[in-house]
């Protein structure tokens, strides 16, 4: 679903942010990246999905290159929903309509296809009842998990998080982690910087160590996490 070859990324201030990182995922993986700060896992994601451009190596999305062509960096946008640290919600708007707009926007629906989806994917992350609420007035677990529902809304074939409970409060971690737990039991594709090896051991199937720009080590879930 995901092949990426020797990625090398220069930031324009000289920083070596990827020097030469190279990961396949298989559909319905999950794979959770772990590492000091600095090492580069969040610019690999931000390359993944078209934010960022890298200098050399290829990244290929469900047999999509990602090149320079509009259309294929478009098609790989749709195709790949990305969580982030700060929830970054439209702080105006309700829930409803946060989530709505995307549809509306991106996937071209009128207004009553969207609410459909927003709907469900709100039942889904347990959200239902704040639909009218505006991101001010919850808690940052809510918050995340509105903004995973927006990133579903997108029917992306493969879920990005970037230290998506970092930024929460303790009591908000598990509640976004569960949700996370349920789209990978559904088979979702994805690609996890966290440091909750809880959820590493209990939802990942492969565990990749960077340092540096670089893989240093990677195993199988069941192979680290077992006793020796
Ligand atoms: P096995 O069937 O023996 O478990 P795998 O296909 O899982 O073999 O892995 C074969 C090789 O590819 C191993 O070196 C493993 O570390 C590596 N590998 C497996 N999955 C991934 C992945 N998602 N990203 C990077 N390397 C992987
Ligand atoms: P991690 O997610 O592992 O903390 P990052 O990918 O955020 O690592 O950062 C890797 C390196 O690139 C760090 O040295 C960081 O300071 C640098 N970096 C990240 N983003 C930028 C940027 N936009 N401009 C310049 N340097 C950056």
């Known amino acids: 679903m995901i092949?990426?070859?020797d990625i090398k990324k220069t930031y324009p201030n000289g920083v070596e942010a990827l020097r030469g990182f190279s990961l396949l995922v298989k559909p319905s993986e999950v794979v959770v990246i772990v590492g000091p700060s600095g090492s580069g896992k969040s610019t690999f994601l931000r390359?993944?999905?078209?934010l960022e451009e890298i200098d050399r190596g290829s990244i290929?999305?469900?047999n999509i290159p990602l090149d320079h062509s509009k259309q294929n960096r478009m098609a790989i946008r749709r195709e790949v929903g990305m969580v982030f640290q700060s929830f970054n919600l439209f702080p105006h708007m309700t829930v409803r309509e946060n989530i709505n707009l995307a549809q509306m926007l991106v996937r071209?629906?009128?207004r009553k296809q969207a609410e459909e989806t927003t709907k469900?994917?709100?039942g889904k992350v347990g959200m239902l009842e704040k639909i009218e609420a505006k991101p001010g007035q919850l808690?940052?677990?809510q918050q995340q998990r509105v903004a995973i529902a927006?990133?579903?809304a997108m029917k992306p074939k493969i879920m990005l998080f970037d230290e998506a409970t970092s930024a929460l409060d303790p009591e908000?971690?598990?509640e976004v982690l569960e949700v996370m737990k349920a789209l990978a039991n559904e088979g979702m594709t994805m690609v996890v910087v966290t440091h909750e090896m809880g959820f590493a051991r209990e939802a990942g199937d492969h565990i990749v160590f960077m340092e540096d720009g670089l893989i240093v080590e990677q195993a199988d879930s069941r192979d680290f996490f077992s006793n020796p």
């Open 150 to 152: 927006r990133a579903l």
């Open 108 to 110: 071209k629906k009128n």
């Open 120 to 122: 469900d994917l709100l």
């Open 60 to 62: 290929v999305i469900d």
């Open 3 to 5: 092949q990426a070859k």
């Open 47 to 50: 390359c993944l999905n078209g």
């Open 139 to 141: 808690s940052g677990g």
């Open 172 to 174: 908000m971690i598990g």
